[in-house]
């Protein structure tokens, strides 16, 4: 059982390269959600997503797009990569609302931008 | 705003020791309160508070929720070396799609 599965688990970039960051699951949920952290800051909502085809933003949107076009699979677009995105990204699902059930966190991805 | 503090940021006990762990909260329409261990990677969950004075426990670990005075704590007792991380509470506002996390209490667990 894979559960939640992120890739890359590491990524360099440039100041203003963009770049994707996948994330799928494999347990049907519904809710998915992009969360980055940073030291001291717990974790801070990106954007989120309770179904297919829907998506909203979270606490921390700027500079971030996500589409949510399958239940499985809900990408993180960084559209031009900056220093202050430099940050630990987790994604996560819940079977239905993230208060409603447990998230399952994928392994996250380490992002450092140059 | 929604807001989550934790306290103590960090904490070094040695095993066998008990410890709480604390996390205040201001929500509106607040739901319920998590916990998450963090250990390397991955945050696991631990619980899930929804009533105030209910507490839940597994094993050394439990917890509970005062929905008057807005706080949680987290208790483990006879503390083991794996017991060491990051510990993080959120808490679920009324719309059930958004958690806001405080900032972790780190402990660590000496031999």
Redesign the interface.
């Given at each position: 059982n894979a559960g939640v599965t992120q890739t890359p688990k590491f990524q360099v970039l440039k100041t203003g390269q963009s770049m994707t960051l996948q994330c799928a699951q494999d347990m049907n949920h519904e809710y998915m959600s992009w969360y980055r952290q940073d030291p001291g800051m717990g974790l801070r909502l990106i954007h989120y997503s309770v179904g297919a085809g829907i998506t909203d933003q979270g606490e921390v949107p700027n500079g971030y797009n996500v589409s949510r076009s399958t239940t499985e699979d809900f990408p993180l677009r960084l559209l031009s990569a900056a220093p202050s995105q430099t940050s630990v990204y987790f994604c996560a699902s819940s079977k239905t609302g993230a208060g409603v059930g447990k998230l399952f966190f994928g392994s996250g991805t380490q992002l450092s931008v140059l | 705003e929604d807001k989550?503090v934790?306290s103590p940021?960090s904490l070094v006990v040695h095993e066998g020791d008990t410890v709480t762990l604390n996390c205040s909260y201001e929500v509106t329409n607040f739901?319920?309160l998590?916990w998450?261990k963090q250990e390397k990677?991955?945050?696991?969950?631990l619980f899930?508070l929804t009533s105030s004075g209910i507490e839940k426990k597994s094993g050394r670990l439990s917890s509970i929720l005062d929905k008057k005075e807005l706080f949680s704590i987290l208790n483990i007792t006879a503390t083991q070396t794996g017991d060491s991380a990051i510990y993080?509470c959120?808490a679920?506002?009324n719309?059930?799609?958004?958690?806001?996390?405080?900032?972790?209490t780190r402990l660590m667990v000496k031999p």
């Open positions: - | 989550v934790q940021l739901r319920s998590l998450y990677k991955a945050p696991t969950f899930m993080l959120a679920n506002n719309a059930g799609n958004m958690l806001t996390f405080g900032g972790g």
